[in-house]
C-alpha cells in the first residue's frame, strides 16, 4: 500500500497539510507517543500521534526530527478535544524535512487507519496465493477439454507472457522454444534427459512467474509420462500388428480390429513406409512424432516401418519423410495405398524401395511405382557400381573420343534418346544421316554390340544414362 492510496481513502477523510513523497510504500501503521520515537522504527511506518508528547517538554521540531531520521513514510496528527487544529509548528516542522503530514478528523480512530492498512495488506498478500489457485485451476480445466503436455505449455505461456517449450533428448516434444532459451530440469520418472525452456532464467524470474513454473512443472512431467506410458502400449500394439501383416498368420478381420484400436481406417487409404536409418532407436520416434494421429510406427530390426494415412500422392508421402530426416542419412520406401487387405503389398513393396535407394551413399527415396521402372532401379543402386559397369562396356567409344577428339558418345546418346529414328537424331546432331550411321557403326565396332538387337540397344543405353549421373 502507498502513503497516496491511504490518504485518498474516503472512509478516512484524511486532509493533507504537508504533500511530501506520497509515493512510498507503507511498512506498517504505528502509534507513538514517547520522546525519540525513532528507536522503534525500522522505516518506511506511518506514524500516528494525538501530540501527547507535547506534556513532557518535546517540541514539535525534536518529535518531527526524530521521525524524518527514522525515514518515516508520514505522520498523522489525531485532534482530541478540545484540540480543533494541528499545531501549525508540527506543520512547519513536517514541511520543513520534506515529510509527508496530514491531520485526523476527531471521528476517526487511530484503529481505523490500521485496520484499513492491514485490510489492503491482506489483499495484497493473498492476491499471489489467488492468482496461484487460479493458474492451477486454469490447467486443471484445460486438462479436462485435452490432456497433453501442449496444454500446459499453453496455459504456462499464457501465465509466462512468453512462449515456453520442452525438450527431451536434444530433440522439441511440444511448445515453441523461447529464443533465446534457458533450459530447466523436469524432475520425474525416466525425466532425465527433459527440459523445460524458458525465455529467462529461473533466478531472474519474479515471484509469481517462478511461482508459476513450478506450479506446472509437476503437471508437465506428469503428461510427458502419461504420453510415455500411452506411446509403448501403442508401440507394443503397431509391433504386433506389422508382425501379424508381414507372416499373414491372422485374418484380415484381425488386421482391421487392430487397425481402428490404433485410430487408423481399416478401409485406408493407408501405405507403408519402410525407413533405413543408422539409428533406428531414436529416428523411430521422430517418425512417430512427424506422423502423430496419422500413422502407426514399430521397429522390426534395423528398419523404421509404419503404416501412413495418406492424403495426396504417395511421391508427396515419400518426400516429406525424407525431408523431416533432413538432418540425417536416411532411406525411404513407400508402398502403394490401399486398406487392411493390400498393407501386406504394400509393405513388401516399401522394403524393397528402401533397399534399392539404401545402396546409394547419399539420403533418397522411392516408391512403388519406382519398382516398377528397371531404370530407376538401376539408377538406385551403388554410384561407384553403375559407373564402373558403364564403362566395362563404353571404354572403347570413351578412349575413341579423347584420342581422336570424336563425337561418338555424345552421338550414340542422342541416337538412344530419339528412340534410334535415324533422321530425327542426324537433325539434332546437324550432321548428314550418312554420317550418322557411320558413327554408329564405328560404336558397334568398338562394343562389340549391334544397335539392330534390343538386348544390346538396352545394355548401351543404360549404360550411357549411368554414365551421364556419374
Known amino acids: 500500500m502507498l502513503v497516496a492510496e491511504l490518504l485518498d481513502n474516503p472512509e478516512l477523510d484524511l486532509r493533507v497539510r504537508v504533500r511530501g513523497r506520497v509515493d512510498r510504500p507503507i511498512r506498517w501503521v504505528h502509534t507513538i507517543e514517547v520522546s525519540d520515537p525513532g528507536r522503534f522504527l525500522r522505516g518506511g511506518e506511518v506514524v500516528l500521534t494525538a501530540g501527547v508528547w507535547r506534556t513532557a517538554g518535546i517540541t514539535a521540531e525534536a518529535f518531527v526530527a526524530d521521525l524524518a531520521a527514522a525515514d518515516v513514510a508520514a505522520v498523522g496528527f489525531g485532534l482530541v478535544p478540545p484540540d480543533t487544529a494541528v499545531p501549525e509548528a508540527f506543520v512547519d516542522a513536517a514541511r520543513a524535512h520534506g515529510l509527508t503530514c496530514f491531520v485526523v478528523p476527531v471521528r476517526v480512530a487511530f484503529l481505523q487507519i490500521v485496520e484499513a492498512f492491514v485490510n489492503t495488506k491482506r489483499a495484497e498478500w493473498e492476491r499471489p496465493l489467488r492468482r496461484h489457485l487460479a493458474q492451477h485451476d486454469a490447467i486443471v480445466a484445460a486438462l479436462r477439454v485435452r490432456r497433453g503436455v501442449d496444454t500446459v505449455l499453453h496455459a504456462l505461456s499464457q501465465q509466462l507472457g512468453h512462449p515456453v517449450a520442452v525438450r527431451v533428448a536434444g530433440g522439441l516434444v511440444a511448445g515453441e522454444a523461447p529464443r533465446p532459451n534457458h533450459p530447466l530440469p523436469l524432475v520425474g520418472e525416466g525425466l532425465a534427459d527433459a527440459e523445460l525452456l524458458l525465455p529467462r532464467p529461473v533466478a531472474d524470474l519474479d515471484v509469481e512467474e517462478h511461482a508459476a513454473v513450478v506450479q506446472a512443472m509437476p503437471f508437465i512431467a506428469l503428461e510427458i509420462e502419461r504420453a510415455r506410458a500411452v506411446r509403448a502400449t501403442e508401440l507394443r500394439y503397431a509391433w504386433e500388428l506389422f508382425e501379424w501383416v508381414h507372416s499373414g498368420a491372422v485374418g484380415i478381420a484381425t488386421v ?26 531414436a529416428d523411430s520416434v521422430r517418425l512417430g512424432e512427424f506422423l502423430g494421429h496419422d500413422g502407426a510406427v514399430a521397429q522390426r530390426g534395423g528398419d523404421v516401418v509404419a503404416f501412413a494415412r495418406i492424403e495426396g500422392t504417395t511421391h508427396e508421402l515419400a518426400r516429406r519423410v525424407h525431408d523431416a530426416f533432413g538432418d540425417g542419412v536416411v532411406h525411404v520406401g513407400v508402398g502403394k495405398p490401399g486398406g487392411a487387405a493390400e498393407l501386406r503389398v504394400s509393405l513388401l513393396q516399401a522394403a524393397h524401395a528402401a533397399e534399392a535407394v539404401s545402396s546409394r551413399e547419399r539420403s533418397g527415396w522411392m516408391t512403388h511405382e519406382q519398382l516398377s521402372s528397371p531404370s530407376l532401379l538401376l539408377s538406385a543402386q551403388d554410384p561407384e557400381l553403375l559407373a564402373a559397369t558403364s564403362r566395362a562396356l563404353l571404354g572403347p567409344v570413351l578412349e575413341h573420343d579423347e584420342r581422336r577428339g570424336s563425337d561418338l558418345l555424345p552421338s550414340l546418346a542422342v541416337f538412344l534418346d530419339a528412340g534410334g529414328r535415324w533422321q530425327e537424331a542426324a537433325q539434332q546432331l546437324h550432321v548428314h544421316i550418312n554420317t550418322l550411321r557411320h558413327r554408329m557403326s564405328r560404336v558397334e565396332d568398338l562394343t562389340g554390340r549391334s544397335l539392330s538387337r534390343t538386348a544390346d540397344r538396352v545394355d548401351l543405353f543404360l549404360a550411357v544414362r549411368a554414365f551421364r549421373q556419374s
Request: glycine share 8%; charged share 25%; no cysteine.
Open 256 to 281: 482391421r480390429t487392430r487397425l481402428h484400436a490404433l485410430g487408423l481406417p481399416p478401409d485406408g487409404p493407408l501405405a507403408a513406409v519402410v525407413l533405413r536409418t543408422s539409428r533406428p532407436d
